[in-house]
């Protein structure tokens, strides 16, 4: 499984982004798809999870009630809607995909692949 992420950018607190995660792979449907952050001197940290049907979610505290994580209909794609946006969201953004029996919510340790990574970057 091989994910890319995109979507990151600059953006006024208060405003939106949507960051896509495109995998290729054909095992990708057995997959929990996780989105992680990690801003400059932080450790990386979760944000939101979704299983590998898409039945399943889970958030950080950080973003409940603010982000939303999706499937696509094509099922390779995963999203990760992020509304009211604050500059404490500024981080890297990556995407990882842990196999559907790993632990709930998958860790990233349970994490087996991981895409490159975006940029997102909330000014006040």
């Known amino acids: 499984v091989q994910l890319q992420a995109s979507g990151g950018g600059l953006v006024q607190a208060g405003g939106s982004l949507r960051l896509s995660c495109v995998a290729s792979?054909?095992?990708?449907?057995?997959?929990?798809i996780s989105w992680f952050r990690q801003a400059p001197g932080k450790e990386r940290e979760f944000v939101a999870t979704?299983?590998?049907?898409?039945?399943?979610?889970y958030y950080a505290d950080s973003g409940k009630g603010r982000f939303t994580i999706s499937r696509g209909n094509a099922k390779n794609t995963v999203y990760l809607q992020m509304n009211s946006l604050k500059p404490e969201d500024t981080a890297v953004y990556y995407c990882?995909?842990?196999?559907?029996?790993?632990?709930?919510?998958?860790?990233?340790?349970?994490?087996?692949?991981w895409g490159q990574g975006t940029q997102v970057t909330v000014s006040s």
């Open positions: 792979g054909s095992t990708f449907s057995s997959y929990a």
């Open positions: 990882a995909a842990a196999r559907y029996d790993r632990g709930w919510p998958p860790s990233s340790h349970d994490c087996d692949y």
């Open positions: 979704i299983n590998w049907s898409g039945s399943s979610t």
